[in-house]
Every structure is written in structure tokens, then in C-alpha cells.
């Protein structure tokens, strides 16, 4: 509809700096993370530690606002972690104004094939 045509457009003129501040978030989370002692692997292609790292710095301009991260004991302490939370809301989405958690094999269900400690952020502005 024209309304929808003139929401996106509107959109698009913050977008560059929505998306800066959606990456920017994310490796400041990412770098907590990975100094954290209870998370044993923390995947975002903006550390230099990601083994994408490298192709990553020559495909992309930022790293985007999606990380996830694996928690050390696996499913119940990553349980623990999305149920208790208090700044992330419990959802599948992405990209959003909103930081999201997720416990993916939850998500997933039966015959998943994601480790049962990961957690999924999306991180908001």
C-alpha cells in the first residue's frame, strides 16, 4: 500500500545509523562474553578470535547485531541464563529496536542439531 511504501522510506533514512548502533552493541556484548568465564565459545564474525574473522573484515563494513554464544555445563545453566535475564526479552526475532535471547535447541525442538548450550542474542539499539 502507499502507507507501507512511505513507512520503508521513512525507515531508510536512519538506517545507516540503526545499523551502526545495532553492530557496535553486539561486539561490545560479544566482547564480554568471550571474557566471560562461564561461556565457553562466543560466535560473531567481528572477533578476531571467529575463524571467519578475516573474510568477514573483507566482506563486511560492520558485523551486524547477531551473536551466539554457548554456555559452559550446557542445556540447564543456558536455561538458566535466558530464564533469568532481566535487560533481554525471551523471543525469536531479529534485527529488531529490542535485545532478544533464545535457547536454540528449545527453539528447535526434537532432532536439533544445535548445541544444547547455545543461546542466540539478537542485540537492539
Given amino acids: 500500500s502507499p502507507f507501507d511504501c512511505w513507512l520503508i522510506l521513512r525507515g531508510m533514512r536512519t538506517l545507516p545509523w540503526r545499523m551502526r548502533a545495532h553492530s557496535q552493541n553486539a561486539a561490545k556484548v560479544a566482547e564480554f562474553l568471550a571474557a566471560h568465564p562461564k561461556a565457553e565459545r562466543v560466535h560473531y564474525p567481528g572477533l578476531q578470535a571467529h575463524p571467519g574473522h578475516k573474510i ?3 566482506q563486511m563494513s560492520m558485523f551486524g547485531g547477531m551473536l551466539s554464544f554457548e554456555v559452559k555445563g550446557g542445556r540447564d545453566p543456558a536455561m538458566k541464563v535466558t530464564a533469568s535475564t532481566k535487560i533481554f526479552t525471551r523471543a525469536t526475532s531479529l534485527g529488531g529496536v529490542e535485545s532478544l535471547i533464545e535457547h536454540r535447541a528449545s527453539i528447535e525442538g526434537p532432532g536439533t542439531t544445535s548445541p544444547e548450550g547455545l543461546i542466540r542474542l539478537s ?3
Avoid: V
Fill in 56 to 58: 568477514a573484515q573483507k
Fill in 123 to 125: 542485540i537492539g539499539l
